[in-house]
């Protein structure tokens, strides 16, 4: 059970946009700390994807986008691509538990 | 280019310590704080704590407090970890990772690069 809570799979087409949800608490996102996003291709490391809630790095490209509201947060995908299927993870920071805690991931598939 | 190299993988028994190391390049080690964070397989990722190489202090999660140990040689640009009394639920890939932020580094940071990842296996 993470601090985070993500849906565990979600899928859609090539070209479609696609949503992923990471909801929280008054210990995490609701008090205000960021967001980060991460992008985990099989047996690979994760990779940085969205930072500080829907800033890209260089490199990311911009049909990824993160936004924050409230006690959740939201990573979208637009354009699918094969290339995007992967597991999804957000991180944040909680006061309860004093420490960075992330979401238990999400399983995209481009159908 | 920044990246970090992690060691190989090991095998434990129960009981026993593994040490993790983490070789930096690329950019200036002291001015980053390094991260620890493990993945059990088919689990999600947990965060374990964090060493700022500069002046050597640590920070680590309540979970592993008291069996966790994280060092830094700054001469060779290398992070260690080091978990104590091993369990088989200890078993997972263990992945070290950059702070986002230069010089004010904290678990409230993003994580940028990560190392390849090391597989530790606890079995008797």
């Known amino acids: 059970q993470s601090v985070l809570t993500q849906p565990p799979s979600v899928s859609g087409a090539p070209g479609q946009r696609v949503t992923i949800s990471c909801t929280g608490s008054?210990?995490?996102?609701?008090?205000?700390?960021?967001v980060h996003w991460y992008q985990q291709l099989p047996g690979t490391a994760p990779k940085l994807l969205i930072y500080?809630?829907?800033n890209r790095p260089s490199g990311v490209p911009d049909r990824f986008s993160g936004s924050k509201s409230g006690t959740s947060a939201s990573l979208a995908i637009t354009g699918l691509q094969a290339e995007d299927e992967a597991d999804y993870y957000c991180?944040?920071?909680?006061?309860?538990?004093?420490?960075?805690?992330f979401g238990g991931g999400t399983q995209l598939t481009v159908l | 280019q920044v990246q970090l190299v992690q060691s190989g993988a090991e095998v434990k028994k129960p009981g026993a310590s593994v040490k993790v190391s983490c070789k930096a390049s690329?950019?200036?080690?002291?001015?980053?704080?390094m991260h620890w964070v493990r993945q059990a397989p088919g689990q999600g990722l947990e965060w374990m704590g964090w060493?700022?190489?500069?002046?050597?202090?640590?920070n680590y999660a309540q979970k592993f407090q008291g069996r966790v140990t994280m060092t830094r040689d700054t001469s060779i640009s290398t992070a260690y970890m080091e978990l104590s009394r091993l369990r088989s639920d200890d078993t997972a890939v263990y992945y070290c990772?950059?702070?986002?932020?230069?010089?004010?580094?904290?678990?409230?940071?993003?994580?940028?690069?990560w190392g390849q990842g090391t597989l530790v296996t606890v079995s008797s």
């Open positions: 690329g950019y200036t080690f002291t001015g980053y704080y």
């Open positions: 990772a950059r702070d986002g932020q230069y010089y004010y580094g904290s678990e409230y940071n993003w994580f940028d690069p």
């Open positions: 060493i700022n190489p500069n002046s050597g202090g640590t």
């Open positions: 991180q944040s920071y909680d006061s309860s538990l004093s420490g960075s805690v």
């Open positions: 008054s210990s995490n996102i609701g008090a205000g700390y960021d």
């Open positions: 500080g809630n829907s």
